[in-house]
């Protein structure tokens, strides 16, 4: 009984003092509400881009997604029968190697929210002759297609972004271990992603005065459309699984939850920054 009383004075003491600090103490939760973002690399279902427009949506965020334009419209079909679920507000054709669709689509933006606040920049290519055989026999064409694509285009994108990111903002990118450790088969790509990784330092030194944030995921292997032609991707992720702290790979869904961390207030103080979510694999110094 004399215990009982005790526990009840005790909540109760704790309801006043919780009451005088409310107004004092601001909660944040990951909410995306009213935040509008772009997505690109969306190929399928299987897209860790898809995994990250998921976790954009369910956070409350406004989206709108590029697709890869072709002369059937087979891209454009399968993108916006994936996304139909999440109702985008704009679905929009956006090759990174034409200026003129890049800067329609941030305009297209523009003229329809008015302003960006989050970048999901989910674009990388090489082709087969970069992803095999000696690194020295690249040629030219496959070296500048894929430094294009895969790096270049991080701040291209950021510069069309810039004056809509009005209030501020975040821009999220994908790499990879590949680029800083030689992985097999991985060859081209890796000096793509090293490249994109320090592009994100030099983005976030010039857009930080904005209060625009740039960070970069560096997933572990997932079986995707893209990673398919990268040979021995099996392989890697089984070998992940038996490395890994975790011991398993991660999920497209699991780097979403990432990326909607990154947009959100949540990450205000991260900036300039790689975040691994590869289940440890990383750390570790033996395979």
């Not at 299987?46 to 890869?68: D, E, P």
């Not at 330092?201 to 990268?230: C, H, K, W």
């Not at 780097?255 to 750390?283: K, P, R």
Request: glycine share 10%.
């Amino acid at each position: 009984m004399v215990l009982s009383l005790i526990i009840a004075t005790i909540m109760e003491q704790w309801g006043l003092i919780q009451q005088k600090l409310c107004p004092f103490v601001k909660i944040i939760m990951l909410d995306l509400t009213g935040k509008n973002a772009l997505v690109t690399g969306i190929a399928n279902n299987r897209s860790i881009a898809w995994g990250i427009a998921q976790q954009l949506h369910k956070a409350g965020a406004n989206l709108a997604v590029t697709y890869l334009p072709d002369e059937k419209g087979r891209f454009e079909k399968k993108v916006r029968d994936v996304v139909e679920p999440i109702n985008p507000s704009l679905i929009l054709p956006c090759n990174v190697q034409n200026e003129d669709q890049v800067e329609a689509t941030f305009k297209a933006i523009g003229d329809t929210w008015g302003k960006l606040d989050i970048v999901i920049h989910c674009l990388a290519f090489a082709d087969k002759e970069g992803l095999g055989g000696d690194f020295s026999s690249i040629s030219r064409e496959a070296f500048s297609q894929s430094l294009e694509i895969s790096t270049f285009s991080l701040g291209n994108l950021a510069k069309y972004a810039k004056p809509l990111m009005t209030e501020g903002g975040s821009i999220v990118t994908l790499t990879y271990l590949g680029g800083v450790k030689v992985i097999p088969n991985y060859n081209l790509m890796g000096v793509a992603k090293a490249g994109l990784e320090m592009s994100v330092r030099y983005l976030a030194s010039e857009l930080g005065p904005d209060q625009i944030r740039v960070n970069a995921i560096s997933a572990g292997p997932i079986r995707t459309l893209a990673s398919s032609a990268v040979g021995g991707i099996l392989e890697m992720i089984r070998h992940v699984e038996a490395v890994a702290p975790l011991k398993r790979t991660v999920t497209q869904l699991e780097v979403g939850n990432t990326a909607a961390f990154l947009c959100s207030d949540l990450a205000s103080g991260i900036t300039g920054q790689v975040i691994y979510v590869d289940a440890g694999y990383e750390i570790m110094g033996m395979g």
